[in-house]
């Protein structure tokens, strides 16, 4: 892992050390600028996902996937000017989730329909920014709040902005903590006789465990000439405490001693346990080129490792086509190749004497594609004539992994000036 | 694990060069580098799906999605 940090920060210093960019920033002498509050934009996205496979990691790594998601968010930009040139920016979010999920239902596979077959997960954030109109450098911080039915989440980041004199380089730090809470619900066999199930009318006691995030991110983006512009991004992280689900379960080849494990009568059969500590390197770079005065090409690349054994590779190409100056439509492909952590293995084939093990195929080793398009409408007008409506955005997709789990997911964006 | 670094030092190598190869552009000459399309970050209808890439495959980071926060454990 050194060797890969050493390698990040060669990177950066070479990129540092460049010096082409030196002429003289672009003044600003129009005059006059309101300092009023002004809504800058508000943002509406919307999608419907839909899944199923057949390795769901609640059964032991068999069993049905079907899951629906109907995700929903808001945002809302607002920025005043101050006397001094500068901006302050409050960015509002706010996002609710609603799922249902065959799997979750068989943590008690003895109900018809639990609690845990639907949640709604809401999540609301901050962020307020100070940036500088003359120089674009800006400093912000970020606040945020998740709420599930069994996992509550506080966030805290911070993110600063430099650019260079002429625009042309930018260098952004992103810091974020995440200081999360989990109610630990066990398989229905796995749990003690005194352990509940975790619903708010069951009144015997479950554990609450602590799952806490931390993350850098750098990136730096630089223009290389009036076609073609890169962005490099490294995001060192790093999760403490219980990164296992426990109600997942996994199935071993061979029986536990008789009266071992949390209940006497199930002997082949644990909770899925994961180590305490996750480090993560992912490192990437997006290029974009304008080709011509109709296509675009939207590449982006990632390498990513952690010290689970997981690798894996992130390829993803979008190309969009102008038809007119207010109208395109991008097709795209992703692809990744993962290689799956040293945990994993399928249903019945942990042996009993491991200490970490999970049937999670979202671990293993896999491949997956995801294709589909992308129309976006922004005419100077409006989209149907509505002023304030500046561009909506259709985006459709489906996603097929190696492991035969497949998905579709279709968003609408609309943004408001 | 000579591969591994090998190709690290080699995207290393090939960013720096391409650093130290860019041109100054102007401001007026930037209409193509302003077009929305050309946004060096995810789009905003990328969300969710970053989201569902996040929960269904082990890496995670660097393109917008969290890597932190909420269960995403269904």
Redesign the interface.
Known sequence: MRKIYLSVLGLYIGILSTHAQVSEAIKDSSGYQSRKIKLDEVNFVTAYYHQNGNNSAVTGGIGSENLTDFANTIDLQISKLTRNQHKNTFLFELGVDHYTSASSDKIDPSSISSASRSDTRVYPSLNWTRSNVQTGNSIGFTGSYSHEYDYQSVGAGFNLTRLSHNKNTQFDLKLQAYLDRWTVILPLELRPPVYGSGSDDDERPVDYRPRNSYSASFSISQVINTRLQVLITAEPSWQHGLLATKYQRVYFNADFAKGVGPNGNVYNERSENLPDNRYKLPVAVRVNYFLGDHYIIRTFYRYYIDNWGIQAHTAEIEIPVKLTSFISISPFYRYNNQKGTHYFAPYGQHNIDETYYTSDYDLSTLTSNFIGANFRIAPPKGVFGLRHLNTLEIRFGHYFQSTKLSSNIITLHLKFK | MKI??L???L??LS??V?????????????N??N???????A???????Q???L?????????GGK?????G??
């Open positions: 591994k670094f190709f690290l030092w995207f290393i960013s720096n391409l650093f130290i190869s860019c041109s100054s552009v102007k401001q007026y000459q930037k193509r580098l077009d929305s399309e050309m946004d060096l970050s789009r905003k209808s990328q969300k969710f799906e989201s569902f890439q929960y269904r495959e082990g890496a995670s980071g660097t393109n890597s932190g926060g909420g269960c454990c269904n």
